[in-house]
């Protein structure tokens, strides 16, 4: 039983926006399990409506599970106290706004808001996962991690580069991490984009513990015409939050 339900979570985890639709035999081949057992566990899937099959005998995911990201987005704690401070920061700047969770090696995006003069980030989409060593959010995520996790991800994961400006020597990043901590924020410098920068705050439960991120995105040339301004507005953003989840160790 608990093989059948890691193989399903395994199953699932292979649609995304590249890979939207999947055959039996496919998936029986990146699984690496018989077609037998593939046709029927994907079949049940889409009895459950965890899939749904196509005319030409594929698969897709099924609305069942719009259903259950909605349920959680209701129920979660944090979305609900951060997304109406998010709202204020992206109606305030009219750019782009992000809040992400470290969920095993990689940084998630739980929330995204959009404002009229954002850039677009096809990357950041909602449940995207990315690598947490290139962006402002998931370096703040990393950097409030431990280090035996950091090293374990970094170990797992690695370092690619994306652009010229990305972190792909573990003690560098060690030492991105260090002045992460110490002075409160992160930033992403042409790190994962080139002409795309972020600015990434950790916001905390009542805990004192380190449960998101937040950040904004912009174009390199308006972000360094202000790049104060957003620190200091992501910063004070992160910390509304955290108040609002009942932390109040920041000043």
């Known amino acids: 039983?608990?093989?059948?339900?890691?193989?399903?979570?395994?199953?699932?985890?292979?649609?995304?926006?590249?890979?939207?639709?999947?055959g039996v035999r496919e998936v029986a081949a990146q699984l690496k399990m018989?077609?037998?057992?593939?046709?029927?566990?994907?079949?049940?899937?889409?009895?459950?409506?965890?899939?749904?099959?196509?005319?030409?005998?594929r698969y897709r995911l099924g609305w069942r599970l719009v259903t259950l990201s909605e349920t959680l987005l209701a129920?979660?704690?944090?979305l609900r106290e951060a997304r109406p401070v998010m709202e204020?920061?992206?109606?305030?700047?009219?750019?782009?706004?992000?809040?992400?969770?470290?969920?095993d090696t990689q940084?998630?995006?739980?929330?995204?808001?959009?404002?009229?003069?954002?850039?677009?980030?096809?990357?950041?989409s909602l449940g995207a996962r990315l690598y947490a060593h290139c962006s402002a959010l998931g370096k703040v995520l990393l950097a409030y991690s431990s280090e035996a996790q950091v090293k374990r991800i970094v170990q797992t994961a690695g370092l690619p580069g994306f652009t010229p400006n990305t972190i792909t020597d573990e003690e560098e990043l060690g030492q991105a991490l260090a002045k992460i901590r110490?002075?409160?924020?992160?930033?992403?410098?042409?790190?994962?984009?080139?002409?795309?920068?972020?600015?990434?705050?950790?916001?905390?439960?009542?805990?004192g513990q380190v449960i998101a991120a937040i950040s904004m995105s912009l174009p390199a040339y308006?972000?360094?015409?202000?790049?104060?301004?957003?620190?200091?507005?992501?910063?004070?953003?992160?910390?509304?939050?955290?108040?609002?989840?009942?932390?109040?160790?920041?000043?």
Not at 1 to 18: N, P, R, V
Not at 75 to 78: N, W
Not at 230 to 241: G, H, K, L, M, P
């Open 222 to 251: 308006r972000f360094r015409r202000s790049q104060v301004e957003y620190r200091d507005a992501i910063v004070r953003t992160a910390r509304a939050i955290s108040a609002r989840l009942g932390y109040y160790g920041a000043s």
């Open 34 to 57: 018989a077609k037998s057992s593939t046709h029927d566990l994907m079949a049940s899937l889409a009895q459950l409506g965890f899939l749904n099959k196509t005319e030409e005998n």
């Open 88 to 103: 204020d920061l992206a109606a305030q700047y009219q750019e782009t706004i992000h809040l992400a969770v470290l969920d």
């Open 107 to 124: 940084a998630v995006y739980v929330d995204k808001l959009e404002g009229k003069q954002a850039v677009r980030v096809e990357l950041t």
């Open 182 to 207: 110490k002075q409160g924020y992160a930033y992403d410098l042409e790190e994962i984009l080139l002409d795309l920068c972020c600015v990434g705050a950790p916001i905390y439960n009542h805990t």
């Open 75 to 78: 129920t979660t704690e944090l």
């Open 1 to 22: 039983m608990l093989q059948t339900i890691q193989k399903a979570g395994e199953l699932l985890a292979l649609f995304d926006h590249e890979h939207a639709e999947w």
